[in-house]
Every structure is written in structure tokens, then in C-alpha cells.
């Protein structure tokens, strides 16, 4: 196996860097993870996210986990309101007798913890902020804002959308595409946002209106999760003058941006914990393409950023580390660079087609006839 005799430095700790570590393992590799976190409770995981047959879910299965992913799911928890600006529901999976669990979901928080619990101990290296690598012969030395270092013989960058080893292999940057999100979450849903709470019903709602987007999750813990979406300047959220750690101007923004929507939606925002998340949203080029290296590569939104309108980050993610793990422990290749060489093309390939979909996707969910784009879309699948 190529990679018998080599070091593997996976940096971040998101679910495709955890996939590949458990499948680097089970071929007995030498792995660790490189996470900026300090601790696994470091922080709240963010939304809910919905695991696909061939992707995301066949990871899962190839690593062994599929006993521990059938215990932690959500079942139901993909079911889907979509609603108009009015509040009136026009498509409801909860009352479709057609319905059924074909993408199940799971939180962020659960499926972290399966990965790293299916881990050897002391895999995930903690409070490794990545800041820097130089080559060491034909290795990586890698430093970390907490002043440590590590070798490597082969780093894997799992570190997203702001990759910092990304440049190690390509220049290439991302292009605006051309929509910002706002994140919030509504701790105690049932308590502190009932009507927004019995609306979602443990499930999704999407909203859309004046080509604009509100989509809603439930989460496991009572809470709820949600993203605004709007059409806005590359930069507007530094010129837009608004502090999101102020609660008061965010729903200012919300009351203004959102005018003439249900209250519903803004009795969300002010029920919400006042740390609120500003995303512009970016994508890679469709026609990417780099040199193959011998001992760098990456995988997840490092390697082919995208917007999250059509659901398949973590899948591309999971995807991305079962095709780099199979290549890797291939005995096709002559040598490292090689099978990475073969990885990042088909990689490439895949993501062009889907970046391709999410974007038509964006732009449909973000005018004046998104929801009529939607019901005729559910009612072919």
C-alpha cells in the first residue's frame, strides 16, 4: 500500500476530514487530525444535515458506521413544509401519503460524534489552529497558532471554505455568487418561538418571497436553525453598518428587508440568541484544474467550495474522502502522486457537475417564481 510507510496530517475535524481518518485507519494508516477546536465541546454544531445513498450514506456504510448512524438520525426530521411569504403552506410532506425517508437526517453535533468516537484515541490533535507548512525533503512541517508543530508526509487539507493549505496546491479562488445568508438559532424553540416551532413541526420549512429565501430547522435539542437568504453586493455585510452581535439592528434589518412576511418569521428573529452569523456565499470555478502534488491534497468545500442550495456539501465532503481513501490504498498507483492525480480529476469532474446544479438552483430559489419552480420539481421526484 502506498501510504504504509507515511504520516497522513488530515487538517479540520469536519466531517469529511473524520470520514477519511476512519477509512485511513481501517486500512492501518497512520493518521491524525488537525483541529482548530479546543475541545470537541468547543462549540454548538450548526443545522441539521441530510445524508444521501451515494454519497454521503455510502461512506458511512464503507467505514463501518451505518449501526451507529441508524442510532442517531432523526427520523421524520427531513420532512418539508414550503411556504410562501404569507405563511401559507403550499407543498407538506407531514400530510403526503407519498412521503418517505429517502435522505435521512441527522444534527452536526451526533454525526461528529460517531466519527470521533469510531477513532482510535488521541487521533484528533485539539486546539490546532493551522497556520503554516514548509517542506522538510519530501515532508510537510506544519505549525499551529498554539505554537506546536508537527511532520508530515502527506497533508490533507479538510479545512473549508477558508482553506489555508489550499494554496499549497493552486492560486485558484472563489467567485461571489451572488447571495448572503444570515444564520440564527432559537434555543428552547417551543418555548421561545411557539408559532415558528409548531410550523416547522420537527422538520424544514422553506420560505420564499420577493426572490428571497428563509429556510428553517429543527434540531434534536428543541432548537431551531435558520438562514435568510438574500441578493446582496459582494461586500455588503462590511458596508452595510450593521453589528450582528446586536439583536435590535438585526431584526431592524429583518423588519425592513423582509417587509410584508408573516410575523411569524420575525417573532423567530427576535426570539433568537443574539450571535447571529453573516455568510456571504461563494463557489469555485466550474473549469478548476491544478498540477497533482506528491504530498498535498484536499477534499470538502477546501477543494470545491460551493452555496448549500441544493443539500450536498457533506456529501460531496464524505464522498470526496471514501474516493481519496480508495485511491490512496490502491495498489492501481505507482506512487502518491499518482493516485491523488486520479483522485483530483475525478473529483474535479464530480464537482463541476454539481456546482453547475447548486448554482442553477441558487438563482431559482432567489426569484419571483421559486416556489412554483419547487412544486413542479416535487412533483416529478
Given at each position: 500500500m502506498l501510504i504504509n510507510d507515511k504520516?497522513?496530517?488530515?487538517?479540520?475535524?469536519?466531517?469529511?476530514?473524520?470520514?477519511?481518518?476512519?477509512?485511513l485507519q481501517q486500512?492501518?494508516?497512520?493518521?491524525?487530525?488537525y483541529e482548530r477546536d479546543v475541545t470537541k465541546e468547543a462549540r454548538v454544531q450548526g443545522a441539521t444535515l441530510d445524508l444521501h445513498e451515494e454519497s454521503g450514506l455510502e461512506a458511512l456504510r464503507r467505514a463501518g458506521l451505518m449501526e451507529a448512524f441508524q442510532?442517531?438520525?432523526?427520523?421524520?426530521?427531513?420532512?418539508?413544509?414550503?411556504?410562501?411569504?404569507?405563511?401559507?403552506?403550499r407543498l407538506d410532506n407531514h400530510e403526503s401519503e407519498l412521503y418517505e425517508e429517502?435522505?435521512?437526517?441527522?444534527?452536526?453535533?451526533?454525526?461528529?460524534?460517531l466519527l470521533l468516537d469510531s477513532l482510535k484515541t488521541d487521533t484528533v490533535i485539539w486546539n490546532s489552529q493551522f497556520v503554516s507548512m514548509t517542506p522538510v525533503g519530501d515532508a510537510w512541517k506544519l505549525t499551529f497558532k498554539n505554537g506546536t508543530s508537527a511532520e508530515a508526509d502527506l497533508v490533507i487539507a479538510a479545512d473549508g471554505a477558508n482553506s489555508r493549505i489550499r494554496p499549497y496546491s493552486t492560486s485558484i479562488k472563489p467567485f461571489y455568487a451572488g447571495i448572503t445568508i444570515v444564520e440564527?438559532?432559537?434555543y428552547e424553540a417551543e418555548r421561545a418561538a411557539p408559532r415558528a416551532s409548531k410550523l416547522v413541526k420537527g422538520g424544514k420549512v422553506f420560505a420564499f418571497g420577493d426572490s428571497k429565501s428563509l429556510i428553517v430547522s429543527a434540531k434534536g435539542d428543541g432548537s431551531l436553525t435558520f438562514y435568510t437568504g438574500c441578493k446582496t453586493d459582494e461586500h455588503w455585510v462590511r458596508d452595510c453598518g450593521i453589528d450582528f452581535t446586536d439583536k435590535a439592528q438585526v431584526v431592524a434589518w429583518f423588519k425592513a428587508e423582509f417587509a410584508g412576511w408573516d410575523s411569524v418569521w420575525t417573532e423567530m428573529i427576535e426570539a433568537a440568541d443574539p450571535h447571529f452569523i453573516p455568510r456571504p456565499q461563494y463557489c469555485m470555478?466550474?473549469?478548476?484544474?491544478?498540477?497533482?502534488?506528491p504530498n498535498v491534497t484536499m477534499l470538502g468545500d477546501a477543494a470545491h467550495l460551493m452555496p448549500p442550495y441544493a443539500g450536498e456539501g457533506v456529501n460531496m465532503a464524505m464522498l470526496d474522502a471514501l474516493e481519496l481513501s480508495d485511491s490512496l490504498t490502491s495498489d492501481e498507483f505507482s506512487d502518491c502522486r499518482s493516485a491523488i492525480a486520479h483522485y483530483e480529476k475525478n473529483m474535479r469532474a464530480r464537482a463541476a457537475d454539481t456546482a453547475r446544479m447548486t448554482l442553477e438552483s441558487t438563482a431559482r430559489l432567489h426569484s419571483p417564481d421559486a416556489i412554483s419552480w419547487l412544486i413542479d420539481l416535487f412533483s416529478q421526484s
Amino acid at each position: 500500500m502506498l501510504i504504509n510507510d507515511k504520516k497522513i496530517a488530515i487538517v479540520g475535524g469536519g466531517p469529511g476530514g473524520l470520514t477519511l481518518a476512519r477509512l485511513l485507519q481501517q486500512s492501518g494508516a497512520r493518521v491524525n487530525v488537525y483541529e482548530r477546536d479546543v475541545t470537541k465541546e468547543a462549540r454548538v454544531q450548526g443545522a441539521t444535515l441530510d445524508l444521501h445513498e451515494e454519497s454521503g450514506l455510502e461512506a458511512l456504510r464503507r467505514a463501518g458506521l451505518m449501526e451507529a448512524f441508524q442510532a442517531a438520525y432523526r427520523p421524520g426530521a427531513d420532512k418539508l413544509r414550503l411556504i410562501d411569504k404569507q405563511g401559507v403552506i403550499r407543498l407538506d410532506n407531514h400530510e403526503s401519503e407519498l412521503y418517505e425517508e429517502n435522505r435521512p437526517e441527522i444534527d452536526r453535533g451526533p454525526l461528529r460524534k460517531l466519527l470521533l468516537d469510531s477513532l482510535k484515541t488521541d487521533t484528533v490533535i485539539w486546539n490546532s489552529q493551522f497556520v503554516s507548512m514548509t517542506p522538510v525533503g519530501d515532508a510537510w512541517k506544519l505549525t499551529f497558532k498554539n505554537g506546536t508543530s508537527a511532520e508530515a508526509d502527506l497533508v490533507i487539507a479538510a479545512d473549508g471554505a477558508n482553506s489555508r493549505i489550499r494554496p499549497y496546491s493552486t492560486s485558484i479562488k472563489p467567485f461571489y455568487a451572488g447571495i448572503t445568508i444570515v444564520e440564527g438559532a432559537v434555543y428552547e424553540a417551543e418555548r421561545a418561538a411557539p408559532r415558528a416551532s409548531k410550523l416547522v413541526k420537527g422538520g424544514k420549512v422553506f420560505a420564499f418571497g420577493d426572490s428571497k429565501s428563509l429556510i428553517v430547522s429543527a434540531k434534536g435539542d428543541g432548537s431551531l436553525t435558520f438562514y435568510t437568504g438574500c441578493k446582496t453586493d459582494e461586500h455588503w455585510v462590511r458596508d452595510c453598518g450593521i453589528d450582528f452581535t446586536d439583536k435590535a439592528q438585526v431584526v431592524a434589518w429583518f423588519k425592513a428587508e423582509f417587509a410584508g412576511w408573516d410575523s411569524v418569521w420575525t417573532e423567530m428573529i427576535e426570539a433568537a440568541d443574539p450571535h447571529f452569523i453573516p455568510r456571504p456565499q461563494y463557489c469555485m470555478p466550474l473549469d478548476q484544474s491544478w498540477e497533482a502534488r506528491p504530498n498535498v491534497t484536499m477534499l470538502g468545500d477546501a477543494a470545491h467550495l460551493m452555496p448549500p442550495y441544493a443539500g450536498e456539501g457533506v456529501n460531496m465532503a464524505m464522498l470526496d474522502a471514501l474516493e481519496l481513501s480508495d485511491s490512496l490504498t490502491s495498489d492501481e498507483f505507482s506512487d502518491c502522486r499518482s493516485a491523488i492525480a486520479h483522485y483530483e480529476k475525478n473529483m474535479r469532474a464530480r464537482a463541476a457537475d454539481t456546482a453547475r446544479m447548486t448554482l442553477e438552483s441558487t438563482a431559482r430559489l432567489h426569484s419571483p417564481d421559486a416556489i412554483s419552480w419547487l412544486i413542479d420539481l416535487f412533483s416529478q421526484s
